[in-house]
């Protein structure tokens, strides 16, 4: 068994160590291995603006005004939205509804947990 490590790039075996971090030989991307593998660990997860995971009928607390279309007015920072639901995969990635507004989907990144 051989303890190769494939260029996260383009998949090519032909990689070597080079400090701390491993190099491509054959596109010479550069990467740190235990981050690559942190970030593994992280791919599946909704986090927020602070980093905690964000799960299904969670409550948050938006921190920033968020502009609506088509409404008059932005939906305010400290607004708490509850019961949340996720959408993996998607750019806005929380679905909710918030007192005012309606149902409404948000970007993780402009949220915290409450």
Known sequence: MSDTVLCPKCSSEFTYPSDNMMVCSQCFYEWNPEEA???????????????????????????KDLPVKGAPK?????TKVKNIRLRPGSDHNIDCKIDGFGAMALKSEFVKKA
């Open 37 to 63: 593998a942190s970030e593994a660990a992280n791919e599946g997860k909704i986090l927020d603006a602070n980093g905690n995971e964000l799960q299904d009928g969670d409550s948050v607390v938006v921190v």
């Open 74 to 78: 932005p939906v305010k920072a400290g």
